[in-house]
């Protein structure tokens, strides 16, 4: 998966040279994070923050080529902890297939990753079973299937907050107008101008994606009616 700007990834600690800190990205890539970026305020050792081998999750701030340049002090306490229950379960997936395939497993799970996450291509699986029938079998893919769908699935939740005004003589109706239009989330009143959007999927993913696009519809409508918006920054 090609990384973007903004993505929340987890590293594993690679080394320290000097004020910085080398990362390796599920194994594969290196990103670096220097002093600034590792905690705000004034670090006096590196090693109170990071040590080589520790799992940490952090934000890219840019891709240039081969340099990937991270954040670990931009990531909020809520996105460290979906990334962590989302590589636990992505364990929990490999775990399924090593009890289902045996031997197979390595195999299967190297197919899958050149492409995609595990976690990713199971939840597709579940709606469509095409392609994990195509690698690992149709009686497997019963099986694994069976077990993923008995597990209790965990809902990704994302919340955002807007301001959308108006200083026309019927703007309560136009806002109102806008708002009731939203589908797939759920939307609160905060206080003047000030509203809540929140929506959830099964995978982080989907949900922040879902929610950028609902965002956007917003942002479209409020500009056909010459309302005023924007999004509360974090």
Do not use: W
Not at 62 to 85: A, F, N, P
Not at 132 to 137: D, P, R, S, V, Y
């Amino acid at each position: 998966m090609e990384l973007e700007e903004g993505d929340i990834i987890l590293c594993t600690v690679d080394r320290i040279v000097g004020t910085v800190v080398f990362v390796k990205i599920e194994d594969k890539e290196e990103g670096s994070i220097i002093i600034s970026e590792i905690a705000p305020g004034r670090i006096r050792n590196l090693r109170d923050y990071v040590v080589p081998k520790k799992r940490i999750v952090c934000k890219v701030l840019r891709k240039t080529g081969d340099r990937i340049d991270l954040s670990l002090r931009r990531v909020t306490q809520k996105e460290r902890k979906e990334v962590m229950d989302r590589s636990k379960q992505e364990q929990s997936y490999k775990n399924i297939l090593k009890s289902v395939l045996g031997e197979k497993a390595k195999e299967v799970i190297e197919e899958i990753l050149k492409k995609e996450k595990i976690y990713d291509f199971l939840q597709e699986a579940k709606n469509n079973s095409k392609n994990l029938e195509k690698i690992a079998g149709k009686k497997d893919s019963e099986k694994i299937l069976t077990i993923l769908n008995s597990q209790k699935q965990k809902k990704a939740v994302i919340k955002k907050e807007i301001y959308l005004t108006t200083t026309k003589s019927n703007g309560l109706e136009i806002i109102k107008k806008i708002l009731n239009e939203v589908k797939n989330a759920e939307v609160k009143y905060l206080s003047a101008g000030k509203y809540s959007l929140k929506t959830e999927s099964n995978d982080i993913k989907t949900a922040d994606n879902n929610l950028k696009e609902i965002i956007n519809q917003i942002e479209q409508k409020a500009k056909k009616q010459g309302a005023e918006f924007h999004l509360k920054e974090k």
